[in-house]
């Protein structure tokens, strides 16, 4: 089974940029694409985009289009989230995951990590 450790997150002011990670120790992410989401309070958990298992396409919402970067490390079994021009409505829990199936099909992520606060002051 696939466990996910998200880890990067804090506090940072709007316009900086913050790079998070996700790693499963266990086991190689090889046979999984990987996707991002987060979860501002009292809104739904939020698809941000993802990152096939191969590493060679990536997808990402309008919303963060052009501030946001996907990218995988294979040798180091991590996947990053970039994410530059912060503001304070990114403020969220961000969370990545795991799915056997298309970047864009968000009920096919069933394996979660815990989830890493993000937190971006005016």
């Known amino acids: 089974q696939v466990q996910l450790v998200e880890s990067g997150g804090g506090l940072v002011q709007a316009g900086e940029s913050l790079r998070l990670s996700c790693a499963d120790s266990?086991?190689?992410?090889?046979?999984?694409?990987m996707g991002w989401f987060r979860q501002a309070p009292g809104k739904e958990r939020e698809f941000l985009g993802g990152i096939t298992w191969s590493g060679y396409s990536t997808y990402y919402v309008d919303s963060v289009k052009g501030r946001f970067t996907i990218s995988k490390d294979n040798a180091k079994n991590t996947v990053y989230l970039q994410m530059n021009s912060l503001k304070p409505e990114d403020t969220a829990v961000y969370y990545c995951?795991?799915?056997?199936?298309?970047?864009?099909?968000?009920?096919?992520?069933?394996?979660w990590g815990q989830g890493t606060q993000v937190t971006v002051s005016s």
């Open positions: 995951a795991a799915s056997r199936g298309s970047l864009s099909l968000i009920s096919g992520y069933e394996y």
């Open positions: 266990r086991r190689p992410f090889s046979a999984y694409n």
